[in-house]
C-alpha cells in the first residue's frame, strides 16, 4: 500500500512543480493562474472563516438526499425489469429515451417548473445517477446464472424466493458497480446544476469566485470537488467492504 500511495502522487508532485516552475517563469499571467502558494492562503482563509465548510455540507447533504432517492428508484426498477420480460417491455422504451437525455439539457425546464431551490438540484442529481444504477442492476439480474436459477426451480423456489435468495445475491457485484458509478454521477451533476443556479454550495462559489475574478478561489473550489470526489468513492468502496467481506468481486 505504501508503494502504491507514493507512486499515485509522483503525477500530483510533478503537475505542481510545473505549475509552480510556470508561474515563476511567468508563462502565464498570475491573474489566469495564481502561484501553488496563493492558493494554499485562500485555501487557509476559506477554511479558517468556514466559508469551504459552509458549502461542502450544503453540497453533500443534496449528494446524500439526492442519491437516496436514485437508489430506491433505480434498484426496485432494474429488479422488476431483470425478472420480467412483460414488466420491461413496458418499461423500456421511455427509460431508453430518457437516458439519452443528458441532464443537464433539462435544467432550464427544471429550473422553470421547481424554481432554483432544493427540488431542482435534487432532480437533477437523480436524472443523472438513475440510470448507471438501473442498468447496472437490470443487467445483475437478467444475466443471471441459468444454473442457479434451475437449482432454485429443483427447490420449488416461488418466484418471490428466487428473486431474494438466488438473483440478487447474483447480481450483488453489478449493484454495487452501478451504485459507486451513480455517487460520482451525482457529485458531479450536482456542481454542474449549482454553476447554473444556487445560492449556496461548492458550485456556487467557483461561480461567485468567477465572478469576482478569484482563480484561487476558483482553484481552491476545483480542488475540493476532487478530494471530496476522492474521499466518497473510497469511503463507499470500505464499507462495501465491511459490510460484504465474503464477496471478492466487491474487494478494491
Not at 1 to 17: D, N, Q, S, T, Y
Not at 108 to 120: C, D
Not at 199 to 206: D, S
Amino acid at each position: 500500500m505504501p508503494k502504491k500511495i507514493l507512486r499515485g502522487l509522483l503525477l500530483p508532485c510533478l503537475l505542481l512543480a510545473g505549475w509552480q516552475l510556470a508561474v515563476t517563469r511567468q508563462i502565464f499571467s498570475p491573474y489566469l493562474l495564481p502561484a501553488p502558494s496563493t492558493v494554499w492562503q485562500s485555501l487557509g482563509e476559506l477554511c479558517a472563516s468556514g466559508v469551504l465548510l459552509k458549502h461542502l455540507t450544503v453540497s453533500l447533504r443534496r449528494v446524500a438526499l439526492g442519491f437516496t432517492i436514485s437508489c430506491c428508484l433505480a434498484v426496485p426498477l432494474g429488479i422488476l425489469c431483470g425478472q420480467s420480460k412483460r414488466f420491461e417491455n413496458y418499461c423500456w422504451l421511455l427509460l431508453e429515451f430518457l437516458r439519452h437525455v443528458p441532464p443537464l439539457a433539462a435544467v432550464p425546464l427544471i429550473i422553470l417548473w421547481a424554481g432554483i431551490g432544493e427540488a431542482s438540484k435534487l432532480t437533477i442529481i437523480v436524472l443523472a445517477s438513475f440510470f448507471p444504477l438501473f442498468l447496472n442492476t437490470y443487467s445483475g439480474i437478467h444475466g443471471c446464472d441459468k444454473r442457479l436459477l434451475e437449482v432454485g426451480q429443483s427447490l420449488s423456489f416461488t418466484a418471490k424466493e428466487q428473486i431474494l435468495q438466488i438473483r440478487i445475491p447474483a447480481a450483488l457485484t453489478s449493484i454495487v458497480v452501478g451504485m459507486q458509478l451513480a455517487l460520482g454521477y451525482s457529485w458531479r451533476a450536482l456542481i454542474g446544476a449549482e454553476l447554473i443556479a444556487a445560492t449556496a454550495g461548492i458550485g456556487y462559489l467557483i461561480l461567485d469566485a468567477e465572478e469576482m475574478s478569484r482563480p484561487d478561489v476558483v482553484i481552491v473550489g476545483m480542488l475540493a470537488i476532487g478530494l471530496i470526489g476522492t474521499l466518497i468513492d473510497y469511503l463507499f468502496l470500505l464499507a462495501i467492504q465491511r459490510l460484504f467481506p465474503w464477496h471478492e468481486g466487491l474487494q478494491k
